[in-house]
């Protein structure tokens, strides 16, 4: 706690007042059933005046900070006791003064518990044209220069954050703040989270890193000389309530954030990750590994290909050498000699099974009928009216009209 050494922690008279009623009331039981036992115990180290811890005080900001309205409920109902035990009107105003006094402390410290760093990006980066960045864009505490956005915000600022730009103004060896900021990519995620014992609202971004490579480098060389990089909102309201001299800001709009380098916010709107997909010659590699690769694929394939196409012209000859030796081996059993029969094969396995098995029976019959009348019978062609027997298509044909004859 050293860089908070010049700020007193230990609560004022009024504090210990308003605690020590409230510590009255409770045992008379109306502080209700949904009192945590630590607001209690620590209204006692009030009364005593023991030290409050900065993230007491932190919480204690943040407590008046959203129950405001406590300060006028009943004098004997369980919000008026909470009220009281936290340190009433006094302690809303020793609260606020704690924290901009650590606020201002924050800013001055050279030392962080994150640092903005650059690395390289997770795979969940798809498109290696953006560069993913995570950030802080508002906790609910006053900023230095005494504005801030509550609580009860938190629901617009998660809604009209989304999609609205992060920006920064950029020279070619600086950056600075909001004039002449532009955009360099949209916010892509925006959530409720809590950071070093405060509640924030952070936010995932994507920079278009094609366009703003240039950032890149200049981020990076500023992260190794500075601890954070900052960031600071810009936002719309219609409504400021000044309470202890801190405007909070009502029915806030989200109009983006800002890479600066002296944000109001100190460390606590920072950039979390900043996390760069693989360099776009290191994807080109990869492209013509995988073309390689492909092309490589393709010839493996073409000499699938090529055997299969020799498989099927083997496996189509054999088919017809097994089928021309059939048609000889029927035409020798109708009563061609062997030469004979190897001489008419080329036509006769033309023809299709049935004309082929008519042509066979046809052979049969004749090779009888010369059997009775000579010693050495000539087999005469198959008996087709009018058909040149030359032409397969025409036998064929002649055979059907035949059969329907």
């Given at each position: 706690?050293?860089k908070?050494?010049?700020?007193?922690?230990?609560p004022?008279?009024?504090v210990?007042?308003?605690?020590?009623?409230g510590?009255?009331?409770?045992e008379?039981?109306?502080?209700?059933?949904g009192?945590?036992?630590?607001?209690?115990?620590?209204?006692?180290?009030?009364?005593?005046?023991?030290?409050?811890?900065?993230?007491?005080?932190?919480?204690?900001?943040?407590?008046?900070?959203?129950?405001?309205?406590?300060?006028?409920a009943?004098k004997?109902s369980?919000?008026w006791?909470?009220?009281?035990?936290?340190?009433?009107?006094?302690g809303?105003?020793?609260?606020s003064?704690?924290?901009?006094?650590?606020?201002?402390?924050?800013?001055?410290?050279?030392?962080?518990?994150?640092?903005?760093?650059?690395?390289?990006?997770?795979?969940?980066?798809?498109?290696?044209l953006?560069?993913?960045?995570?950030?802080?864009?508002?906790d609910?505490?006053?900023?230095?220069n005494?504005?801030?956005?509550?609580?009860?915000?938190?629901?617009?600022?998660?809604?009209?954050?989304l999609?609205?730009?992060?920006?920064?103004?950029?020279?070619?060896?600086?950056?600075?703040?909001?004039?002449?900021?532009?955009p360099?990519?949209?916010?892509?995620?925006?959530?409720?989270?809590?950071?070093?014992?405060?509640?924030?609202?952070?936010a995932?971004?994507?920079?278009?890193?094609?366009?703003?490579?240039?950032?890149?480098?200049?981020?990076?060389?500023?992260?190794?000389?500075?601890?954070?990089?900052?960031?600071?909102?810009?936002?719309?309201?219609?409504?400021?309530?000044?309470?202890?001299?801190?405007?909070?800001l009502?029915?806030?709009?989200f109009?983006?954030?800002?890479?600066?380098?002296t944000?109001?916010?100190?460390?606590?709107?920072?950039?979390?990750?900043?996390?760069?997909?693989?360099?776009?010659e290191?994807?080109?590699?990869?492209?013509?590994?995988l073309?390689?690769?492909l092309?490589?694929?393709?010839?493996?394939?073409?000499?699938?290909?090529?055997?299969?196409?020799?498989?099927?012209?083997?496996?189509a000859?054999?088919?017809?050498?097994?089928?021309?030796?059939?048609?000889?081996?029927?035409?020798?059993?109708?009563?061609?000699?062997?030469s004979?029969?190897?001489?008419k094969?080329?036509?006769?396995?033309?023809?299709?099974?049935?004309?082929?098995?008519?042509?066979?029976?046809?052979?049969?019959?004749?090779?009888?009928?010369?059997?009775?009348?000579?010693?050495?019978?000539?087999?005469?062609?198959?008996?087709?009216?009018?058909s040149?027997?030359?032409?397969?298509?025409?036998?064929?044909?002649?055979?059907?009209?035949?059969?329907?004859?």
């Open positions: 706690m050293s908070y050494s010049n700020i007193n922690f230990s004022p008279d009024g210990k007042s308003a605690a020590r009623r510590l009255e009331l409770h008379k039981g109306l502080s209700g059933s009192l945590e036992p630590a607001t209690v115990a620590w209204a006692r180290k009030y009364v005593s005046g023991d030290n409050v811890s900065p993230e007491r005080a932190r919480m204690g900001n943040r407590f008046f900070g959203r129950n405001a309205r406590f300060a006028n009943p004997d369980p919000a006791v909470s009220w009281l035990l936290w340190g009433g009107g006094a809303k105003a020793w609260f003064s704690l924290v901009r006094q650590m606020d201002s402390a924050d800013k001055k410290s050279t030392s962080a518990t994150l640092p903005g760093k650059l690395k390289l990006a997770e795979t969940d980066v798809n498109n290696p953006l560069r993913k960045i995570e950030l802080i864009l508002t609910f505490e006053p900023n230095a005494n504005e801030g956005i509550p609580l009860e915000e938190k629901q617009n600022i998660i809604k009209t954050a999609n609205m730009p992060i920006k920064i103004a950029m020279s070619e060896s600086s950056y600075g703040g909001h004039a002449n900021a532009v360099i990519g949209p916010i892509t995620s925006v959530y409720e989270d809590v950071h070093e014992g405060r509640d924030v609202i952070k995932e971004a994507m920079i278009w890193g094609d366009e703003f490579s240039d950032v890149y480098k200049l981020l990076k060389s500023v992260a190794e000389e500075r601890e954070y990089i900052g960031t600071s909102w810009e936002v719309y309201y219609t409504q400021a309530d000044e309470v202890d001299g801190v405007n909070w009502r029915n806030v709009t109009a983006g954030t800002c890479i600066v380098d944000p109001a916010y100190g460390n606590r709107t920072k950039l979390l990750k900043v996390a760069e997909k693989q360099k776009m290191e994807l080109q590699k990869e492209i013509e590994m073309k390689a690769s092309t490589e694929k393709e010839s493996e394939l073409d000499a699938v290909r090529k055997e299969n196409e020799t498989y099927k012209e083997a496996e000859k054999r088919v017809e050498a097994e089928k021309r030796q059939n048609v000889i081996n029927r035409l020798i059993q109708a009563g061609f000699n062997q004979e029969a190897e001489e094969v080329e036509f006769y396995a033309k023809l299709d099974e049935e004309s082929l098995e008519y042509v066979i029976k046809d052979f049969a019959s004749k090779r009888t009928q010369a059997s009775k009348n000579q010693d050495d019978p000539v087999i005469p062609e198959p008996r087709v009216p009018q040149n027997v030359s032409d397969v298509a025409k036998l064929v044909d002649a055979i059907k009209k035949i059969k329907k004859g």
